[in-house]
Nanobody, 115 residues
Framework: QAQLAESGGGLMQPGGSLRLSCAAS????????MNWYRQAPGKERELVAG???????NYADSVQGRFTISRDNAKNTMWLQMNSLKPEDTAVYYC?????????WGQGTLVTVSS
């Protein structure tokens, strides 16, 4: 069974950068669209960015120009480069992938932006 695992979260000062990783493992035949979501305390989970298998990307307005999503199909890995971080970016970040035509979620990684 396929799994996703995020890494790279942590504490960062406003204006700083972090890079999140999402690695797929297990029995994988295909990975189509992949996404990053986040959930801040007391708020609903929201879509941050998405990327198709061919590399077409989309971003939430709140992160456009600051975050960059990318993936390496050969490594079954996706990244989220987060620059110019703001306190409002504080959240648990989750990756989601369409793996073997099923929706798979990671366990999440906490990003805290604070001085």
């Amino acid at each position: 069974q396929a799994q996703l695992a995020e890494s790279g979260g942590g504490l960062m000062q406003p204006g700083g950068s972090l890079r999140l990783s999402c690695a797929a493992s297990g029995s994988i035949f295909s990975i189509n669209g992949m996404n990053w979501y986040r959930q801040a305390p007391g708020k609903e989970r929201e879509l941050v960015a998405g990327i198709t298998r061919t590399g077409i990307t989309n971003y939430a307005d709140s992160v456009q120009g600051r975050f960059t999503i990318s993936r390496d199909n050969a490594k079954n890995t996706m990244w989220l480069q987060m620059n110019s971080l703001k306190p409002e970016d504080t959240a648990v970040y989750y990756c989601k992938g369409n793996i073997n035509f099923r929706e798979v979620w990671g366990q999440g990684t906490l990003v805290t932006v604070s001085s």
